[in-house]
């Protein structure tokens, strides 16, 4: 109400004025950011401020000094800029919503008056009365700062033995908590290579892989075959009897499991039988 220099505040649901708020100066547009529930209000005469209103209680809080005469008002909710006109000067002042202070001023079209704004592209449009143009304001909008996710914390676990049979058989309780196997697969500890290509054979069984040497499993081997097979499962021998003797064959089969040998003359024939 531009004569009295009061704000009518409407209830939308009734169309019922529920308050009058009294602002300084001579308010003739209006604006709403709803991100903020802030009311911005032109002071048309003297010097020209922007009037701030706390729309959650209906209260003045500050009057924003102006470059110069403010004809309009539009707000940006997407960056919370005001952009006010000066029909006298052919100016638009752009103010920070969130500081409540004068950003820059910039020369525009002659008498501009009306604004509208995309709060999606953050341009904003200015109509020049006296000069038939309208003006296009595109805000300089801050960098995207991306953060990259924090990396997981590095931990490294070792897991071994004081040879490789008891490597073997310290890696095995983790995958294989007890009677949980489906099957053992046995290589020679001696030398690599049967070991080697045991492995897809102990993943497709769900079984680990154990070392031997000599005429009877070591007891710690033994062990732990004991632990994560129960009594009528399948041990796999890998490689001939140099690699593993018939007595183990022996040994097992007295101890309620069945024995089947995949191997070869050589470590090539072996590999191929697995």
């Known amino acids: 109400n531009t004569s009295d220099g009061t704000v009518s505040v409407i209830d939308g649901t009734t169309n019922a004025v529920t ?8 308010p003739a547009a209006v604006a709403v950011n709803p991100a903020t529930n802030t009311v911005y209000v032109n002071n048309y005469a003297g010097a020209g401020t922007v009037v701030v209103i706390n729309g959650a209680t209906n209260t003045v809080t ?11 008002l539009t707000v940006d909710t997407a960056t919370n800029a005001i952009f006010a006109p000066d029909g006298f000067d052919d100016t638009v002042s752009v103010f920070d919503g969130g500081t409540n202070a004068l950003v820059t001023t910039l020369s525009v079209g002659d008498s501009p008056s009306g604004l509208a704004v995309n709060p999606t592209t953050h341009t904003v449009y200015v109509a020049n009365n006296a000069d038939g143009t309208v003006s296009v304001i595109r805000q300089a909008l801050p960098p995207v700062v991306t953060t990259a996710p924090a990396k997981p914390a590095i931990v490294v676990a070792r897991v071994g033995g004081a040879d490789r049979s008891a490597t073997a058989i310290a890696v095995s309780p983790a995958p294989f908590p007890a009677a949980s196997a ?3 697969v046995l290589a020679s ?15 497709a069984k769900n079984a680990p892989l154990l070392l031997t040497t000599g005429a009877a499993l070591p007891d710690d081997t033994l062990g732990e075959l004991t632990r994560v097979l129960p009594v009528g499962g399948t041990v796999y021998l890998l490689g001939d009897l140099t690699a593993i003797p018939a007595s183990v064959t022996t040994q097992l089969t007295s101890l309620g499991y069945h024995v089947t040998r995949i191997g070869g003359a050589d470590r090539y024939r072996t590999a191929v039988a697995v």
């Open 62 to 72: 500050t009057a924003i000094p102006a470059n110069g005469s403010v004809w309009g």
């Open 182 to 184: 489906g099957a053992v």
């Open 19 to 26: 308050t009058t708020i009294s602002v300084p100066g001579a």
């Open 189 to 203: 500890g001696t030398n690599y290579p049967d070991a080697l290509v045991g492995v897809p054979l102990a993943r």
